[in-house]
């Protein structure tokens, strides 16, 4: 998440703290809409972790095939 907080920041100048609480608010947006597959894996593609392995799984989100 610090990666997309310091894009927050350069993109928008504002001060880290502030940075980090919109991208939490977006962050809670997005798993409070998104299906449940999707949502539960946000905070990894976030992070970039299992990103490419978790692609099937998404997609069978998307398309309610769990």
Same mark, same amino acid.
Request: no cysteine.
């Given at each position: 998440?610090?990666?997309?907080?310091?894009?927050?920041?350069? #993109?928008?100048? /504002? =001060?880290?703290?502030? !940075?980090?609480?919109?991208t939490? %608010?977006?962050i @809670?947006?997005? #798993?409070?809409? /998104? =299906?449940?597959?999707? !949502?539960?894996?946000l905070?990894? %593609?976030?992070? @970039?972790?299992?990103?490419?392995?978790?692609?099937?799984?998404?997609?069978?989100?998307?398309?309610?095939?769990d």
């Amino acid at each position: 998440m610090d990666e997309l907080v310091g894009l927050v920041v350069d #993109k928008t100048g /504002l =001060p880290e703290e502030m !940075a980090r609480k919109a991208t939490e %608010v977006v962050i @809670g947006f997005l #798993k409070e809409r /998104l =299906p449940d597959p999707i !949502a539960d894996r946000l905070d990894d %593609v976030i992070s @970039g972790e299992g990103l490419m392995g978790d692609v099937g799984g998404l997609l069978e989100g998307l398309l309610g095939q769990d």
